[in-house]
Nanobody
Framework: VQLVESGGGLVQPGGSLRLSCAAS????????MRWYRQAPGKERELVAT????????NYAVSVKGRFTISRDNAKNTVYLQMTSLKPEDTAVYYC?????????WGQGTQVTVSS
């Protein structure tokens, strides 16, 4: 079983990034997926969720209107499109597979928003 995040990096405030999380080794299409993030010295924070078929999404108040979660079950991949990035979005971003409790986690990808 693997969840592999990619797409992180350094971006200026106001910029955009798209994170990807590629899944393998389990039936991706039957799991709800979530993106979390953890900034230095802070607890892990739920960012966005999407149900197994991609119909229902939810967002943290801090990212609503700026981030979009989506999935492609044919590609076993979940995405996080991030726009209007702010310095406070700087964190390691993790994807997780839930059924409904947490089952699998990725290793994380660093996002740094700085000028």
């Amino acid at each position: 079983v693997q969840l592999v995040e990619s797409g992180g990096g350094l971006v200026q405030p106001g910029g955009s990034l798209r994170l990807s999380c590629a899944a393998s080794g389990f039936t991706f299409s039957t799991y709800d997926m979530r993106w979390y993030r953890q900034a230095p010295g802070k607890e892990r924070e739920l960012v966005a969720t999407i149900d197994s078929v991609g119909d229902i999404t939810n967002y943290a108040v801090s990212v609503k209107g700026r981030f979009t979660i989506s999935r492609d079950n044919a590609k076993n991949t979940v995405y996080l499109q991030m726009t209007s990035l702010k310095p406070e979005d700087t964190a390691v971003y993790y994807c997780g597979a839930f059924d409904p409790g947490p089952r699998y986690w990725g290793q994380g990808t660093q996002v740094t928003v700085s000028s």
